[in-house]
Each structure stands twice: as structure tokens, then as C-alpha cells.
């Protein structure tokens, strides 16, 4: 687990020139948003983000690969030592994803 967390920090750090970057804990692992839409997350596997043609475009040699047993395929990421690549792509997948949904109001 701390080695999931130095690499979500390292992640953040990456992205901090984009502004609106969190990561939130998820299953021993982290999900990562952007302006509030989820575009990937920290798996057992590593870094993946969600399949989108912005993706696609930047890392074209990466092979999907489902983040875990059941989970709809995502792109390892292959750019992550590419500062500027990496944001670039970050930045053009947001339109891209779907809006996050509203939280259901207990009661």
C-alpha cells in the first residue's frame, strides 16, 4: 500500500501544473479525477486511465487491460515520465468522460 501511495503522489505531482487533480483511496488502490470526472486510477497493475480517443492518441502503444477481474479494459499508462505529454493527455481526455453522477441524498 505505501508503494501505491508514493506512486499517486508522484502521479499528482506530474498533474499539479493542470490544477484540479485529487485522488481519493479506493480498494487498496487510488482513483484519480480531474475536474471532478474520474479519467483513471492506481491498480494492482499499476497506473491506468480510462480508453478514450485522447488516450489512445498519446499512447498508442499501449495494449487495454481490465484493472481488475470483471472491470471494463484501461490503458496502462506508458507516458508517465513525460511531464508535458502526460498532462497534454489528461487535459485532452476531460471532455471526453462522462460527468460524475450526483450523489443520492440519504433519507
Known sequence: MAKNKE???YITEQ???????RHIPMMGGYIFYYRERIFG???GNGFLVKI????KK????SEP?????????ML?????EDRVTL???????????????????KG
Open 41 to 43: 486510477g492506481i491498480y
Open 87 to 105: 498532462q497534454a493527455m489528461v487535459r485532452e481526455m476531460y471532455p471526453e468522460l462522462p460527468e460524475r453522477k450526483p450523489k443520492k441524498k
Open 76 to 80: 496502462p499508462v506508458t507516458i508517465l
Open 15 to 21: 498533474l499539479a501544473d493542470l490544477g484540479e487533480i
Open 58 to 61: 498519446y499512447m498508442p502503444d
Open 52 to 55: 478514450t480517443e485522447a488516450s
Open 7 to 9: 506512486l499517486a503522489d
Open 65 to 73: 487491460e481490465p484493472p481488475y477481474e470483471g472491470a471494463k479494459p
